[in-house]
Each structure stands twice: as C-alpha cells, then as structure tokens.
DNA sequence: CTGTTAGCGCGTTCAC
DNA sequence: GTGAACGCGCTAACAG
C-alpha cells in the first residue's frame, strides 16, 4: 500500500503538498497538482482513512439506533438515512437494541471511542440518567421517540395530533367503543399517541377504558391473539385503534378466519401506512407517517451538529396524516 | 478527552503496560494491573479507536453491499448480519447500492481505503472486471448472489433446487402452462432459478415459453401489471410462477378486484416465504430460504478470511424447502 | 506558493 | 515483569 511518502516522492515534492492536492486547498500551482495527481494515480494511492480520522479527530461515520431492523417503520427510516448519509460522504453503522438497554449502551460508546462522530437514537431503551452522560462524547440527535425536557435536538412527528384524528374519525364514524393497542411500555411515542386518543375520547364524553387496552401488540401474530381476546368479550368493542398495520392486519385475519365481516362486525385502524395496509383485504385505514422526511432530517441535524457544536437545538415536528380505507368504512351506526 | 498517557501518569506506571492492561496481555502483576483499572475508571478513559486502528491495521468493521433495504429479503439479512457481527465484536456499515453500478464502486473503495476489515457482496451490479481488483485490498465474501469460476468465498442457497421443486409441484398439480416472473437481469440467483424451472419443465416434455415470461417484476405493483398482462392474453396460463412474495401478493390482489378466484382460475406461487404471503388471501404457496442462515454464515466467513487471509475458498450451499399454501392448492385440474 | 517539523493516540519491538 | 522509543499515515502550524 502506498503511503502519501511514497506519492510525494514520486512527484518530487513534499508529503504537504500531495496533502494540499488531496483535500483541495487552494495555493498549489496547477502544474504541480497535476504532478501529484499522475503520481497518485501511477502508484494507485488511496488515502488511508484511519490515519485521517486519528489526525483530525473526525470519522464521516455515524451511527443510528433502533429496536430491529425488519420492522418496516425501521427499515425505511434506514433506508432514507443511509442515502442521505451517503450523498452528504458519511457512512452509517446500523445498530440494533432488539429492546435491550445493555446493548443500547454498548453502542452508546462508540461515541467515546470516537468510532462515529454522531449518533442517531430512533428508540431509547434506557432511562435518560444513563443516557445523558454520552451527550459530552459528540452529538447526538433524537428521531421519532424521543425524551422530555432534555436539550438535545429532535425530530419527531406529532404523535398526539396523529392518535387524535384516527380517533376522531372512528367516534365521527359512530364508534362509541374502540379497543386500543399499542406496544413499547415507555415509548413517549405510544405515550402522546394515547393522549391524543383519550383527547379526541373526552371530547366525546367517553372515558378510556382499560379493559379495552392492549398493550404488547408488536406483529401480526400478536394481532391474533388481540382478536381471539376481543372476541371472546362480553360486552365488544365495535371498533379497534391500533399502534400498528401489522398488528391491525393480524386482527383483520384472524377475525375474517373466524367468520367475522370487517369493518361490519368490527372496523380496525392501522398506523403507519406500510405496504401491508394497501394489500390486505380489506384494505386498512391508516395514519401515515412521513417516515424519510424524518429520517433525512435527522441526518442532516446530525451532520450540522458535527460541524458545529454549538448547542442550537433546532426541534422539528412534522405532522401526520388520516389515510381512510376499507377496513373502517361505511359502518357508521351508532352502537350504544 | 484522556489518553493513554494520562493513566500511565496517574496510575504512576509507563503507557506500555497500561496497554497490556487494556488488551488482556500476560505478564502483568495483578497489583499493578488493579492500579491501571482505577486510573482508566477514574480518569473514565476509553481507548481512541482511530488510533488502534491505524497502529493495528484494523478497523472491527465490516460493509455489507445490498440493492435496498426495504426488500424485506435484505432487512432479515442485514437483521441477521448486524447480530452476528456485533456478536463477534464487529461493527456493521449498509451500503446501498439502489442497483447503480457507480454506487457499488464507490462503496467497494472502503475497502481500499481501509475503513473496513473486508466487504460482503449480497448484490453485484458491475461486472466482475470492474469489482476483481478490489480483492486486493481485503477480503471480500459473496452471500446469495455469485459470480462463477472466481475465486471469492461464497455462501449461497441451492436456487437451481428451490426454482425445480416450486416448479415441479405445480406440474404435479396438473399445471401445464405456467407463467413465469422474475426480476434482476443480471442476477445469477435468477438465472438458476430459472434452470430449476426449466429442467421441472423439460422432465414434462413441456419447452419454455418466452411469452410467458415476465422478467422486471419486483414488487406489488409490478404483480398487479403482470397479472392484467396475463388477464389479457388470448392463451392463458393456468397457473404463476413469481420470483417474489411481493409479485405473487400483487398478482393475487389485482386478479380478486378482477372477480378471479385463486388459485381456481389462476394458481400463484412466490419465492421467499416473507410474512406477507402469510397473510393474504389466499396464503401463498412459496420456497423458504434460510436467510438468517446464510447472514451469519456469510459475516463468520469474512471474519475468518480477516483473521487468516489465507486462501481457503471454502464455500457452503444450503437446500431450499417448499411451503405449500392455499394458493396453489386444490385445482389439480389437467387443462391442456 | 512550498517544505520542514510536530504530533494525533496507540501497540510493540527491544533492552533492562 | 517493565519501560523507552519508534512509527502507523496523515494534517497543520510555521517558516521561508
């Protein structure tokens, strides 16, 4: 492997100014950069990244947590952060929680390794006080769940407005009684989304009812056994909101295998507006979140903060949308 | 931030055994070995990680090369991927490659550069001209797609098999016009698929039709094009054969808005035996390929070639396995 | 405009 | 068992 020795060798000049020429500064004659630039090509060198990242204490590398990767609400977030990582010349590490706080904070230090020059945390698994003492290590920048009263800067989606207009429109489609599922014990995200249910509740005059709540609904399998639980109630819910498309689609299969009508004998919502909620049958009413406009966002705060650490905490918050399907559609009678 | 100095200072001892503390070496005292771990913990130092992997020569990370990662293929294996490599201490780096070949180039010089210890390749779009002299800067390993007659480590999945016993199970079923989807033009996991379908076929006496063949197919909206193609066609086949649950899901969406019963009218089998072809209706008849398998197996192949770079092409095959569901099932009709 | 010189933080021969 | 000294490859003063 050639070293930036060898190249200004080559060229009959000095390791500065090949250094010059690689990261284009200006006061090199044209005519020796062209020098530089034929000896670098003859000699096939590269740069050594390593030695680079230890001289100017900076990587191009960040990293991102989340739970797990084959969550499409994950995946795509990943995916629209890594292309703008990649067109901003970082790379991104990906690492995966699967909901463990040991782990998350084993990533945590790649910070304090200075292995990354930032992280990005879509999910937090541990409480702040654990969390905090990182933020002196480099930036770090919150997207999608998030923490309260906490100075970092986040970008996030309007949880509560997002549960409250899927709500409404159940209540304004006649619903009196909506199950709730939800998952993520301490995610502020599934926290505001239940405010805005209960709000859009209250304006009702209905108060939440926690025998209708569901609360460790992840996957499609878990949407099964939330449907065998509804259906062998007394007194039914008429309706469903649920946290997730996946597990609406698992309610939707499992009371369609049992013979019910959806939305006739039960009308269920989603959240998230992912591939499966347009396939099943019925198709599933959904909120659909702006996933890699966050995700780019995030990057881009990041990369801001990075090159200036000034503590600017820029928060964002965008807002989401009621997409309307079959799944809930034109069962509008009122059942008391 | 503290360096190593600084312990050696504080704990009254030489910056060379405070690194033999750091990495496990023998030939310490225990007394002076407690002295550093006091200085490391009060000073709350940490190792810098550029400056080991300069010293070193290595990096703990790995890139792993896919078209996207929302194809749910990809996501279970980078899932899979990411777990194993962190298992075994390394960090994971996706790259996108979004099927552009400048793209591909452009991440493979991380390995040039040294910012990673070696590349998995699940996706090739250059030809393999253009990624050969890549080699020579670290190891890298092929898992899924491969190239043949090179000398790279590889891990893949019997395709040819997977493709003849889908194939050869509708013909069992009485099918004898079957259509044919597939996408990735280059891709060599297609064309052996391709084979498997081929030969199911010729064992019929039965010769592959090119009008049947649907060859960019690669997601849900795509399936739901075929099947108005196939709906239109004067000679219809009785029964698809689709590179992917996605196509296959598209394929069956569209015929049901068209009044079509599946699989009585139309038998669908996919590839890959994703959650979506769990789900829908009809649940769809596939091949299970054991990504997690192949994930773990291809990232402890490259750390193996990191840590012994000798050349010991050792590469591993894994069989395909049909899953048979409610799509294709029951319509064991001959139609000549 | 260009070259000389000093580290960035660490691991590792060698001597002792 | 331990420490002094060198260099991994590069960038950034500082002179000139």
Redesign the pocket.
């Given at each position: 492997?050639p070293?930036?020795?060898d190249?200004a060798k080559l060229a009959?000049?000095?390791?500065?100014?090949?250094?010059?020429v690689?990261?284009n500064?200006?006061?090199?004659?044209e005519?020796?950069?062209k020098l530089v630039q034929m000896a670098m090509k003859e000699l096939g060198?590269?740069?050594?990244s390593?030695?680079?990242s230890?001289?100017?204490?900076r990587t191009k590398t960040i990293a991102v947590l989340i739970p797990r990767i084959m969550n499409p609400f994950f995946s795509s977030l990943i995916e629209a952060m890594e292309m703008e990582a990649t067109d901003r010349g970082y790379q991104l590490i990906v690492c995966q929680t699967h909901y463990s706080p040991q782990r998350e904070l084993n990533y945590m230090k790649l910070l304090q390794t200075k292995q990354v020059d930032g992280v990005i945390l879509a999910s937090i698994q541990n409480e702040w006080d654990m969390l905090k003492p990182f933020l002196e290590y480099g930036p770090v920048v919150m997207c999608n769940e998030f923490e309260e009263n906490v100075n970092v800067p986040v970008v996030k989606l309007n949880q509560l407005q997002g549960g409250y207009i899927l709500t409404k429109y159940l209540l304004q489609q006649g619903h009196r009684k909506i199950a709730y599922c939800c998952g993520g014990y301490r995610s502020n995200v599934a926290r505001y989304r239940e405010k805005g249910f209960r709000k859009a509740l209250s304006e009702y005059g209905i108060s939440f009812d926690e025998t209708l709540a569901f609360r460790n609904a992840y996957n499609i399998e878990d949407g099964r056994t939330v449907f065998r639980e509804i259906a062998s109630m007394s007194s039914k819910p008429s309706a469903v909101f649920s946290g997730g498309d996946e597990v609406a689609a698992g309610i939707i299969s499992e009371a369609k295998r049992q013979g019910w009508r959806i939305p006739e004998d039960l009308a269920v919502a989603g959240f998230d507006n992912q591939e499966i909620s347009k396939i099943i049958e019925p198709t599933i009413t959904t909120v659909h979140q702006p996933v890699e406009l966050i995700g780019t966002t995030a990057v881009n705060m990041l990369i801001k903060q990075i090159h200036s650490p000034v503590h600017t905490v820029d928060n964002r918050e965008f807002p989401l949308e009621l997409i309307e399907r079959e799944s809930t559609r034109g069962n509008a009678v009122i059942r008391v």
């Open positions: 492997m070293t930036i020795a190249v009959g000049l000095s390791r500065t100014t090949v250094s010059r690689i990261n500064h200006p006061y090199v004659t005519e020796k950069r060198y590269v740069p050594n390593s030695a680079r230890l001289r100017s204490q």
